[in-house]
Nanobody
């Protein structure tokens, strides 16, 4: 079994900062991509930022220049530093990772339980 556990959400005023972290644990042979998605009420889940095992990153246009994704491969952790937060960043943020549980297995996509981020105006 594999688990992704997130932390760091909360309530912040517009212009403030938050840092999200996510740690993968369990039967892990290797991890390829890790990243963050978010889902606001009444909207579809969308990619916020992703990072490969080699450190290649990609961001949604709406967060470029404000959010930074990073990972620690030794600790199976991915983080999201969110600066200059806006009310439209309010959503449940989900951690995602593509994980192989054995050398003879393919990658499976796993999700965290989600953490609420609320930005007040």
């Amino acid at each position: 079994q594999v688990q992704l556990v997130e932390s760091g959400g909360g309530l912040v005023q517009a212009g403030g900062s938050l840092r999200l972290s996510c740690t993968a644990s369990g039967r892990i042979f290797s991890i390829y991509g890790m990243g963050w998605y978010r889902q606001a009420p009444g909207k579809q889940r969308e990619l916020v930022a992703g990072i490969t095992s080699g450190g290649i990153t990609n961001y949604a246009n709406s967060v470029k220049g404000r959010f930074t994704v990073s990972r620690d491969n030794a600790k199976n952790t991915v983080s999201l530093q969110m600066n200059t937060l806006k009310p439209e960043d309010t959503a449940v943020y989900y951690c995602n990772a593509g994980i192989r549980s054995g050398s003879d297995l393919g990658f499976t996509s796993y999700w965290g339980q989600g953490t609420q981020v609320t930005v007040s105006s």
